[in-house]
């Protein structure tokens, strides 16, 4: 009974960081990580392209002060 005790204290603490291990293991044996990145890249590629048209003028302003500093 001491080791189920133990057992479900340990999955009650870690069954986050197990279930992320197990679905992280998926995804590189199958090869959706590269679905994945993918889509993370697009993603950031949207809300870049998003953020520097609502925010033109600042954007100019950053981009040339930070090429000035050089």
Do not use: P
């Amino acid at each position: 009974m001491e080791h189920s005790n133990n057992f479900k204290e340990f999955w009650a603490q870690y069954k986050g960081a197990i279930i992320g291990a197990i679905v992280a293991l998926i995804l590189i044996w199958s090869g959706l990580y590269r679905l994945c990145i993918t889509l993370i890249v697009i993603i950031v590629g949207i809300y870049l392209g998003n953020y520097v048209q609502k925010n033109k003028e600042n954007v100019k302003d950053n981009l040339k002060n930070f090429i000035d500093k050089f």
